[in-house]
């Protein structure tokens, strides 16, 4: 089987919380040649961990308000407990995994958000070093990022995970970029019920973002879905990892979750 590769983002809590049996198919997926990428987050257990150490934080925008303190327990909380919580869950399921920070071999690169005197040491991706993800998944391990990311002076920064993924898709040339969250897909009220749209351009997201459809936490995955669709990209699929079979569907077969497209043109 000619190799495939494919993105895959997941918030910290979602893949804590998701059964053995998605794990079995990453495992699957491995050992039959489709290579997965995982860029995660973990937005819940840096507030718990913040609460508990009594330092305070806010939001604009969905964006955390990130000072030195904060940053400090951002990357202790993602590039230590929750990136090797994944790799060690799927070291038990039989696969591969080794860890990674946005900070290991400057693996992320970026600088200041537009607005970083209001939201502190909050990074846009400029470049991701995409050769060490290469080199890990040549010796047959799946990367597991924490989105870290660090400028030439060594300054860390706190990536949106979402953000991240694209970028790393972007820059891996993949064509695909799977988005694994704890909803079914992108949701349209018709006739007074939701159902999951099966296709989506990038013009009726701004659609449906205009009118409140999307909106919350959903704004931020689309967005960055949408910036993923250059180059090699040639899609972005949102789906609930819970549904049994999810990732092997998703992958190779289709008809589950979203498929976030360029356009109309070409659908099936």
């Known amino acids: 089987m000619a190799e495939q590769r494919f993105v895959m983002k997941c918030g910290g809590s979602t893949l804590a919380a998701l059964p053995n049996s998605f794990f079995d198919e990453l495992r699957e997926l491995q050992l039959s040649g489709v290579l997965p990428v995982i860029v995660h987050g973990g937005g819940p257990a840096i507030s718990e961990t913040l609460g508990k150490l009594g330092i305070k934080t806010g939001f604009v925008n969905g964006l955390r308000i990130t000072n030195d303190a904060v940053l400090d327990v951002v990357e202790m909380v993602l590039a230590g407990r929750i990136n090797k919580e994944i790799v060690r869950k799927i070291q038990i399921n039989g696969a591969k995994a080794l860890g990674l920070s946005g900070v290991d071999g400057k693996l992320i690169q970026a600088q200041p ?8 040491f909050v990074g846009d991706v400029t470049d991701v070093n995409a050769a060490i993800i290469e080199g890990v998944m040549a010796m047959g391990y799946i990367p597991v990022i924490a989105p870290i990311g ?33 909803v079914p897909g992108i949701l349209k009220t018709v006739d007074d019920r939701k159902q999951v749209l099966p296709v989506v351009s990038v013009a009726e997201i701004e659609e449906m973002i205009a009118s409140g459809e999307i ?27 819970e549904e049994p079979g999810v990732l092997t569907r998703a992958v190779r077969e289709g008809g589950v979750g979203t498929r976030i497209v360029q356009t109309n043109e070409g659908r099936v």
Request: proline share 1%.
């Open 113 to 120: 958000v537009a607005n970083a005197d209001e939201i502190g």
């Open 150 to 182: 660090i400028d030439d002076q060594g300054q860390r920064y706190n990536i949106n995970a979402d953000t991240a993924a694209g970028a790393v898709a972007s820059h891996l040339g993949v064509e695909r970029m799977i988005v694994v969250t704890d």
């Open 215 to 241: 909106y919350g936490g959903m704004i931020p995955k689309v967005r960055a879905a949408i910036q993923c669709i250059q180059g090699r990209v040639r899609e972005v699929v949102i789906v609930s990892g």
